[in-house]
């Protein structure tokens, strides 16, 4: 009897993620080094050529007839409400850093099954980076097993802020609160990070939605961290995409971290 495609080992299903992310590495490597036109989407924010073209390659690599498809750049089949498996995926997470030549953007796919994030990817091509990890099998950076940051107290923390919510001032509240502030792009990469230790927590203080942080807080998970949404938000696949606030740290971290923002 043949396996049925929803009941496949995780294995299977990274080996997927892996395959995805590099062919839309290949394909971004032509947009890279060079001057990169961006236009304004209706809400303001800037979309490219790649941010277009990587919607369609991770598609044809991950897309398979049973399962759903949540992504920025596609518009939203309500479908997916009634998949058991659904691809929750950010094409180009950070434009504004990447049409600036900032290397803080990355490309992220996450595989939810039920509502819960259980395998996912984050590739950041300018840094050399592939984050890959599920429940079952750990996280690896470039195929090196890795974790989250043992850090349990808030003093000297580093903690990673949405360079945008830095700009505007938003965090200068936290100044004084002993932790170091580190501004940085696409949230899907500061969670990436922090999955792997690079950085102790990391929170938001403006609404994400799914494919921002899907395949970040399913790393995060994976590599014996946690995270929490604001209302108490632990699935995902939703009608509305938008999570209203994101904690992410281990236990003990993360419980300061929520403190001093509430």
């Given amino acids: 009897m043949s396996e049925k495609k929803e009941d496949r080992p995780m294995d299977a299903d ?14 971004v490597v032509p947009f890279m080094g060079g001057r990169i036109v961006s236009e304004k989407k ?6 490219t050529q790649a941010d277009i073209l990587l ?4 598609k044809e690599a991950l897309l398979e007839p049973s399962e759903g498809w949540l992504s920025e750049e596609t518009a939203d ?13 950010d094409p180009l997470d950070g434009t504004r850093e990447f049409v600036e030549g900032i290397p803080e953007w990355c490309i992220s796919v996450a ?8 395998a996912a990817g984050i590739c950041n091509p300018a840094a050399g980076q592939i984050f890959l990890g599920s429940r ?16 349990a107290e808030l003093a000297g923390a580093k903690i990673l802020a949405s360079r945008s919510e830095v700009r505007r001032g938003e965090w200068k509240r936290f100044e004084g609160a002993g932790f170091e502030i580190i ?18 927590g990391m929170f938001t203080l403006v609404p994400k939605s799914e494919w921002d942080v899907a395949a970040g807080v399913c790393l995060v998970e994976a590599a014996g961290g946690q995270w929490e949404a604001a209302e108490q938000r632990r699935s ?18 993360l419980s300061s971290l929520k403190k001093i923002t509430d």
Avoid at 42 to 47: E, I
Avoid at 55 to 58: A, E, T, Y
């Fill in 236 to 253: 995902f696949n939703q009608p509305n995409p938008l999570l209203n606030g994101l904690w992410v740290a281990n236990a003990e971290l």
């Fill in 183 to 200: 501004p940085m792009g696409s949230v899907a990469y500061k969670l990436a990070l922090v999955s792997a230790g690079r950085a102790d």
């Fill in 42 to 47: 209706a809400g303001g924010d800037p979309v």
């Fill in 111 to 118: 595989l939810i099954v039920e509502g819960h994030p259980t």
């Fill in 77 to 89: 089949d309500w479908s997916r409400l009634k998949r058991k498996r659904v691809w929750v995926v």
């Fill in 136 to 151: 079952s099998s750990g996280v690896t950076l470039n195929g090196r097993p890795v974790r989250v940051s043992p850090k």
């Fill in 14 to 27: 990274l080996q997927r993620i892996e395959q995805a992310l590099m062919a839309a590495q290949k394909a």
């Fill in 55 to 58: 919607d369609k390659v991770l």
